[in-house]
Each structure stands twice: as C-alpha cells, then as structure tokens.
C-alpha cells in the first residue's frame, strides 16, 4: 500500500510541472478561457477553439450591431423600439417587456448591458431587421467577417439552442471589435443599478466584477442550464486594456473568480511600451524621374507595444527603406517597414507607405512645365521693360 501511494504521489509530481509550463504558471478551473491583448495577441489560452453554448455573451455581438447601426446613422438613440409579441416571449433575463410596449434605443441597450433582457435583444433585432432571423443572419456573416471560425449563432439572445455555440477565442475576438471601436458601450457597462417605468423595474448589473476589480470596463455574463456560467470582462490599469473570457464555469464564483485570476495574470506580467523611433527615421524619400522630387512617409507603429515586464532587453526599432524611388509611385504603396525587436528577436513589423502620389515624368508634363516657365519669363520680361 505504501509502495502504491508513493508511485501515485511521483505520478502527480511529474504531473504538476507539465500543467504549469502550459499554462504559464495560471490555472483556471473552467472548461475554456483566455486571456486576449487588444491587439489580437494570446496571453493565455485553455481549450479557447473548443465550441460551446455561450449564453448571454451571445449579446456582444448583438450590442456590436447595434452600435455598428448607430455610427452609420440608420438608427438614433432616442428611435422609439416597440415590443413586438416575439419579443414579449423571451425567457430567462428580461425586463417583461409586453406587447406593444415602448422604449427608446437607448433604454433598450441599457436593459441589453445591464439586466442581459433576452426580451429587449430581440425587440432590438427585429427594429435594426425586421426579425430576429434576418438579423441572426447578419450576426453570422458579421462573426465570419471578424475571423469567428468556429461561431454560429441561432438567436441573438444566447437562450440555449441546438448548434448555438461559440468558443471563447471567438467571443474575446467580438468583445475586442466593440471595445475598440465602440468604446461608448463602456458607458452602459460601467451602470451598476438604473431603473425603468418610472422606477418600477429596478436594473442591477449581472457583472459583480463593477463591486470587486480594480479597473474593469465591461463587458458581458451569462447563465443557462446548457452553457453553464460564462463571462467576457474586459480591464483597462496603467493604459494596460485586457480582455479575459471564461465559458462553462460552474458557478458565478467561480466565473468571477478566473475572470478576476486572468487578468490579474495579465497586469501582473505585462505592460506597454511606447516604441522609439530612430533618430534618423527620414520623413521622406526621394524620387527619380517623377513629378515630385520626394514622397512624404507614414509611418504605421503603434504608440503602445505590449511587452513583458521587466524584459531582459528593451525594445528596439529597425528601418528598413530603399534610399531612393523611382516614378510612378502610388499614394499607400508599401515602401518599407519598421521592426521592432527584444534582444535581437524581431516581435512585429509595421508598413511605411507613401502619404502621396507621385507620378512619371512624361512628355506632355514636360512640354506643359516649359510653356509655364516661358509664359512666366515673358510676364517678367514686359514688366521690367
């Protein structure tokens, strides 16, 4: 008996090493998580491809029409959403919305972010489409357009449905699309408490993360029998954003609690780094045989380069430019790149382009600058005369 606990003791011990190598020292207890870098960059990852039911942060991506809708101007904050009796149905997180009944946009995104009403998303997607179908179409065809390899939605609520399913590499990469380019939704993230009907109904915020973690931002939760307890929060410390997804948790405190381990992980080894420039990055480069003697450079480096703590190395930049072009020369045109490397390993490069055009000398451009000179030399000649 002994001889046996001590082989199955070793076995563990061997065990342990392994477990910690893969995951960088982190353990999350959940089926599935990661922790993602607005840049798109993994920090941490646990079954991240592996498709499973979402629940409510469905509703990212629900939120990331609507706010797409609202930057093009086809709908505006104070539209008026009628309740239609699809909506009404809705189980699970609602408000009760009843048939008929009227809320503007902006209430409806504040009931979506705060109280996850299943009721009010669907009363959203039928206003932006005319149903949810229609609308849970658009969700997919937008999910491909991100990269969402392995999402497919079949409502735009998160209510358990056969082949409604996700992966939390998925959802980080939805979370970062909204957060980056819609960062007005942190508004409706950051609500605690609110109410409706003349405070009637009373909203409090399912993401108990607000009352807990220093710097967080956002974003969505979620709770169903089939998905378990799911949660994309997003953070922000010291100009340092993060998003980390957990799905299929077995409760909130523990959803909470590897949310709350990943990005704890993420401040506690990682910050960003504002990338310089050499002191000889020229501004331009010269053309041969074009219409311009030079084109104007843009330069596409980041301000902010995410970067280990305490690196043994700083980060360094390389220039890579030919001295001299030669016409034409499109505006845009790749003319180089910048590379930004840690003790001599290159972590990520970025284009130069031409900020404009440049075209080829031609004849017609050349006669043209003649006839100008002259007509020029004949206007000064008469009146010096």
Known sequence: MKRLLALALAGILLLVPCAAEESGGLTVS?????????????????????????ASVTKVMTLLLIMEALDEGSISLDDVVTGSAHAASMGGSQIWLKEGEQFTVDEMIKCIVVASANDCAVAMAEHLAGSEEVFVERMNARAQELGMENTHFVNCCGLDAEGHLSTARDVAMMSREILLHHAEVRNYCSIWMDSLRDGATQLINTNKLLK??????????????????????????????????????????????????????????????????????????????????????????????????????????????????????????????????????????????????????SFRYCFGRLVDSLLLYQGDFVQNK
């Open 212 to 361: 807990t973690y220093n710097g967080i931002t956002g974003l969505k939760t979620g709770t169903t029998s089939r998905a378990g307890v799911c949660i994309s929060a997003s953070a922000e410390r010291n100009g340092l954003r993060l998003i980390a997804v957990v799905l299929g948790a077995d409760s909130g405190k523990e959803r909470f609690a590897a949310a709350t381990a990943l990005l704890d992980y993420g401040f506690a080894n990682y910050e960003n780094v504002t990338p310089q420039m050499p002191v000889d990055a020229p501004e331009a480069i010269s053309v041969s045989h074009g219409t311009a003697d030079k084109v104007e450079l843009i330069y596409s480096t980041p301000t902010r380069f995410l970067m280990p703590k305490n690196a043994a190395e700083p980060l360094t930049s390389t220039i890579e430019l030919p001295q001299k072009l030669a016409a034409p020369v499109a505006q845009g045109t790749h003319l180089g790149t910048v590379q930004l490397s840690s003790g001599g390993e290159v972590l990520a490069s970025f284009p130069i382009s031409a900020a404009q055009g440049v075209d080829a000398l």
């Open 30 to 54: 959940a089926p599935s998580a990661i922790l993602m870098h607005p840049s798109g960059e993994v920090l941490f990852e646990k079954n991240a491809h592996q498709p499973l039911p979402p």
